[in-house]
């Protein structure tokens, strides 16, 4: 649970100033610090980040009616809905969130394996 | 085994953030892209910013901006300055993308935005002199103190909205195309004035006209293309009297001319669906007891709009109207005393020069018996994910060189070792004209400002408050002798040069004629009395004539009289033809489908509604029926291509002439054509096409369905942002002028007096953010043809309940 909430609140913070990719960063280094398993490491980047990007884009989606995420939809989809898209964004946020989060566990685990401790 | 799933962990991860990160091809970056922290979702917005006040170095004092409830910008500055730096500041607000994409297609520099598929269209504004024209506009601004002053605090208000973007806040096309928007400069809003110019005066047949000439002869031509219609009722009334004595005009050479290559070139032809209609009603017509002006320019409709509304209020001037993104003050509008528009004047100012070099090494030509040095101008494109490509354009004193012998050309071809000779290459400073025009408080002041006004030229129309309306065909116009530039020209001998120009006192003028109107819509400025050559065509006469028909008859107008003729959709070419073809059409053996269509143009009343489906059939059939008529003896797309007579002389030959040898079809030598089988081939054909198109004849034949207006946003393809299918009547021989790619972009109707009263509407939105709900919130209002009132404020402290937000810019 705390490697999820930590990606969540730092990637948030971190994306206010930094590039998007900040989120890489943020769940490599999390989970490098603290991950039990691959798959965890992959589930906590991708679900830290993922939530973060799902909520500001729905967040953003019903305030201002879809007005653009339904335009761009059309154009990235082909789909009139403009919840498709919110959901594609939560997943590449994900993805990448996850992607990072299970090489840090792996980075880890193969220090580790040399002999190296935190 | 650990460090291996480490390094593929890793390595993957950066791979798949470097693919997301970049740009593939037209594939946008997905990652930047989606992220809702600095993606295409820090675009969307609620409705309108609320109320603020901003700090920017700039100003010298403090700017009050009211947004209306249509987001349209109201300028309270207490000096000029602030004024055009306010102006600047919110036009870049709502269309910085926008005013920065059109001046990068301008100056040929689309290829690093989009890579090289633009290339050959950024070569061809290059070749063109585009640049060469802004910079040649540029000087003549800056030497203007006035202008330099304007142009200036401009581009200054653009750049401290620039200056303060993140990122983030970039309008979502740099997102899409994944680029970043640069600082703007004066030249900029040089080059959006040549783009309009490009747009209204580039379109050009002399090349066709030609090839015409060198396969048919000196009486062919005369015959078929004569140098003033049959049907004209021009935009000067005839029997208006010329109050100047003229120059004397140039006598045509006596050594005929005929160019020497096999002309296999194209250009692109004038577009006969963009043009504009405006009009004004004098006081003895109106009841108001005062004038009331209208105009509507036709041009492509496009998203983000063409036009910004905006009023600028400084102690000089308290001015609304319609604002081009990219150029300061106010183009087509009214303030307290005065109200002007303008439509595009269809004279030739465009002709191409045959270059004789002196060998392959093109640094010299000849002319006026000697060999002169040739300019060169290094131009480079630079091409995104690509090497930049380095051209050479060459220039006379003509102009610049298009393109050169052996060369491949833009999109069809172009004319090969040509120079243009055109008048976007002057130096002039329209900016003055209009700067003067929105502080205008009288007559006198409209005639001084339209001296200033170079290109493109325009018929300005004018009302104000004392009771005059003029008009008036205004522009530079080169001095030619009768016919000069109807075809090629030669670049070596000097009789065949521009030979100065027509006098702007001179250009034709009406004052407060007797019938009390004035009225243009491009077709001919004036009757064949007038002592000078402006071109041996211009467009179509039918909207002209239904305008001036209408407002003949009209008596007591209000401003809703001219919002109703502007939405006319009375067809009079369908009037003309219709019932000299209809009678020739022989009932037996139609199938079903053509025996309805048949009796639908029969009960047709002549109106292109939207629902209506004689407009439909008819817009069919006449294109497919001058095409039977002229498409074998005057094709286009051939070695030697050609253009078609105009829709007059093809109905004159109908009446006149059926007999003609143009009616046999001569890719058919065993078989003879006449006009009567050519009728009834393309009636049959037309039905048939359309029953295949729509199905059986009923209301899937609808003109509205069938003509689909859209309104495309200025990146080819870009539906999702794109307003299509838009349905409404209209069409482009109808005042009404709305065809599937262009319309009135813009319609105003001022009613002067003690205050005026003035109602404006364009199809799309003050803002150009397709996240925006004022990107495209007009379409509607204009799709019915209403109109909106605009709200004319005389103060700051305005309490009026149109007004939503308000921004104030003050001294840091």
Redesign the interface.
């Known amino acids: 649970m705390l490697p999820f909430v930590l990606i969540a609140l730092l990637s948030a913070v971190a ?2 100033f930094l ?3 900040v989120i ?1 960063p943020v769940a ?1 280094l999390v989970c490098y610090w603290r991950s039990r398993t ?1 798959w965890r490491a992959f589930g906590n980047g991708f679900a830290g980040v993922g939530t973060v ?1 799902l909520i ?2 729905l967040f ?2 019903l ?3 879809g ?3 339904d ?2 939809s ?2 990235l989809l082909k789909s009139e809905s403009g919840l498709a898209l919110v959901l ?2 939560a997943l ?2 994900g ?2 969130g996850g ?2 989060g ?2 840090g ?3 880890r ?2 220090a ?3 002999g190296f401790r935190m | 085994m ?2 291996i ?2 390094i ?3 390595t ?2 950066s791979v ?2 470097v693919c ?2 970049k740009n593939w091809g037209p594939i946008p970056a ?3 892209l ?13 409705g309108m910013a609320p109320g603020q006040t901003l700090k920017l170095a700039g100003t010298q004092e403090e700017v009050t901006i009211l947004y209306d409830d249509l987001g349209v910008p109201h300028i309270f500055a207490r000096n000029d300055h602030d004024a055009y730096f306010a102006q600047g500041y919110v036009t870049a607000r709502d269309r910085l993308w926008q005013m920065e994409f059109q001046t990068h297609a301008a100056a040929g520099r689309v290829s690093e935005i989009v890579g090289e598929r633009a290339q050959e269209l950024d070569r061809f504004n290059r070749r063109l002199g585009m640049v060469y024209g802004a910079e040649q506009a540029l000087k003549a601004m800056m030497a203007d103190p006035q202008s330099k002053q304007e142009v200036e605090a401009y581009s200054a208000g653009i750049n401290a909205f620039i200056n303060q973007l993140t990122p983030a806040q970039y309008p ?1 096309e740099y997102k899409l195309l994944g680029y970043a928007p640069e600082p703007w400069t004066p030249l900029k809003c040089a080059l959006l004035l040549k783009q309009m110019t490009s747009t209204l005066a580039l379109g050009n047949d002399d090349l066709y006209m030609t090839n015409i000439l060198k396969s048919y002869g000196r009486a062919v031509v005369d015959d078929l293309f004569p140098d003033y219609p049959t049907r004209e009722d021009p935009i000067i009334p005839v029997g208006t009297k010329w109050d100047f004595a003229p120059l004397k005009v140039p006598s045509p050479p006596k050594d005929s001319f005929s160019a020497q290559l096999p002309l296999a070139f194209r250009w692109q032809e004038r577009d006969p669906s963009i043009g504009s209609n405006n009009w004004a009603v004098g006081a003895e017509k109106s009841a108001t007891g005062y004038p009331i002006l209208a105009n509507d320019p036709h041009l492509t409709l496009s998203l983000p709009s063409i036009w910004y509304q905006i009023q600028l209020v400084s102690p000089t001037m308290n001015v609304y109207g319609a604002s081009l993104p990219g150029a300061p003050g106010v183009t087509i509008g009214f303030n307290k005393d005065v109200a002007w528009g303008v439509t595009n004047v269809g004279s030739d100012v465009l002709d191409f020069y045959q270059i004789r070099f002196r060998d392959s090494q093109r640094r010299e030509y000849w002319h006026d018996g000697r060999w002169k040095p040739v300019r060169r101008r290094i131009e480079t494109v630079n091409i995104k994910g690509g090497p930049a490509v380095v051209d050479t354009v060459l220039y006379t004193h003509h102009g610049p060189v298009v393109y050169q012998p052996g060369e491949k050309a833009f999109n069809k071809n172009f004319p090969v070792g040509f120079a243009a000779r055109w008048v976007a290459h002057e130096p002039s400073n329209e900016l003055r004209c209009f700067y003067l025009l929105n502080r205008a408080r009288n007559y006198d002041d409209y005639r001084k400002a339209l001296t200033f006004y170079a290109a493109p030229a325009q018929n300005f129309v004018f009302a104000d408050n004392s009771k005059n309306i003029a008009i008036s065909p205004n522009g530079k116009f080169p001095l030619k002798w009768k016919e000069q530039g109807k075809f090629l020209l030669d670049g070596t001998n000097p009789t065949h040069d521009w030979q100065g120009w027509i006098p702007a006192t001179q250009n034709p003028l009406v004052k407060n004629p007797p019938r009390f109107f004035v009225s243009s819509a491009n077709q001919f400025s004036t009757d064949p009395t007038y002592p000078y050559y402006l071109h041996w065509e211009f467009a179509p006469y039918e909207r002209g004539a239904r305008i001036n028909q209408r407002l003949t008859a009209m008596q007591q107008a209000t401003p809703d009289s001219l919002r109703m003729l502007q939405n006319d959709n009375y067809n009079l070419r369908a009037a003309n033809f219709l019932p000299v073809l209809l009678p020739e059409v022989n009932q037996q053996g139609l199938d079903q489908s053509q025996q309805q269509a048949l009796k639908a143009l029969t009960t047709w009343r002549y109106q292109n509604d939207a629902s209506g489906i004689g407009a439909t059939i008819f817009t069919e059939w006449l294109t497919r029926f001058r095409k039977a008529v002229w498409d074998d003896e005057f094709r286009v797309d051939t070695e030697t291509p050609m253009r078609y007579p105009s829709y007059d002389r093809t109905l004159q030959l109908i009446t006149r002439q059926p007999d003609a040898r143009w009616f046999d079809d001569v890719s058919t030598p065993n078989q003879k054509e006449n006009l009567t089988g050519l009728i009834n081939a393309t009636f049959r054909a037309t039905v048939d096409s359309l029953v295949k198109q729509h199905g059986a004849f009923g209301p899937g034949w609808a003109w509205a369905r069938h003509k689909g207006t859209d309104i495309r946003h200025l990146i080819p393809g ?4 794109s307003a299509v299918d838009v349905q409404n009547g209209g069409g482009s021989s109808v005042v009404n002028a709305t065809t599937g790619r262009t319309g009135p972009s813009w319609r105003m109707v001022v009613a002067l007096g003690p205050s005026p009263k003035a109602y404006g509407v364009y199809p799309g939105g003050q803002s150009g953010n ?4 004022y990107y495209m919130n007009m379409i509607e209002t204009w799709r019915k043809g209403e109109l909106n009132e605009l709200l004319y404020l005389t103060s700051a402290d305005s309490q009026n309940t149109r007004v939503r937000s308000t921004l104030k810019i003050e001294k840091p």
Do not use: C
Request: net charge positive; aromatic share 12%; proline share 6%.
């Open positions: 994306q206010l590039p998007w990719w890489a490599f691959g990007w500001y884009a953003i989606h305030q201002t009616n007005i653009l995420t335009r761009m059309v154009l594609l964004t590449i946020g993805l990448v992607m990072a299970l090489a566990q792996a980075v685990r193969a580790n394996a040399a | 650990n460090r799933k480490a593929l962990a890793v993957l991860t798949l953030i997301l990160n997905f990652g930047p989606l992220s809702p922290f600095v993606g295409f979702w820090q675009n969307a917005e609620a979502v870009l539906d999702a942002f397709p996240g925006s709900p």
